[in-house]
């Protein structure tokens, strides 16, 4: 299954559907979440366990306080890859960065192959760039488990003298 569901804020749809959507029947959404949230959900939950499900979907996803709820859920299962298509305007009339989100429903991988686009993908057609493994331990070590692309050992080293070196104020 490929996917670009809709990007829209909760607070900008009515309040029943906002209800739904925040309720019990999605464990992943919460607070000022986005409906994709919800999509992703739904439709990994419909996923065959030998199937595939790629949404392109705002590059946030990766780092908002909205979405911690589902990165954590989907480090449970495979995520072959993340294309980080941010520097390039992938649709000509929205104003956001994208990202391409891959997942499995086998939980067989412990790492996500994360690629950063280096060409227009609407002149090449294609999704290729600079390729490195990130280790999904290595997503549940961030404040909010967030997908940090740029994540390396050099940077989780800092982070782990940070925490240990640190005390928290108030």
Do not use: C, H, W
């Not at 979907?57 to 298509?85: M, W």
């Amino acid at each position: 299954v490929i996917g670009n569901p809709p990007y829209v804020s909760v607070s900008e749809i009515p309040s029943d559907q906002k209800d739904y959507i925040l309720s019990e029947v999605y464990s992943t959404t919460q607070r000022r979440v986005d409906l994709y949230v919800a999509f992703i959900e739904k439709g990994f939950s419909l996923n065959a366990q030998e199937g595939q499900l790629s949404y392109i979907i705002p590059q946030p996803f990766l780092s908002q306080t909205y979405a911690e709820e589902l990165r954590k859920y989907l480090l449970d299962y495979d995520i072959p890859e993340i294309v980080d298509l941010s520097e390039y305007e992938i649709f000509e009339d929205a104003e956001v960065d994208n990202i391409i989100l891959s997942l499995r429903a086998s939980n067989e991988r412990d790492e996500v192959l994360a690629i950063e686009q280096d060409e227009d993908p609407n002149k090449t057609e294609t999704i290729e760039g600079i390729e490195k493994k990130i280790s999904k331990a290595d997503f549940r070590k961030m404040f909010n488990t967030m997908y940090r692309l740029e994540i390396n050992p050099s940077l989780l080293e800092l982070k782990e003298s940070i925490d240990n070196n640190s005390f928290r104020l108030g």
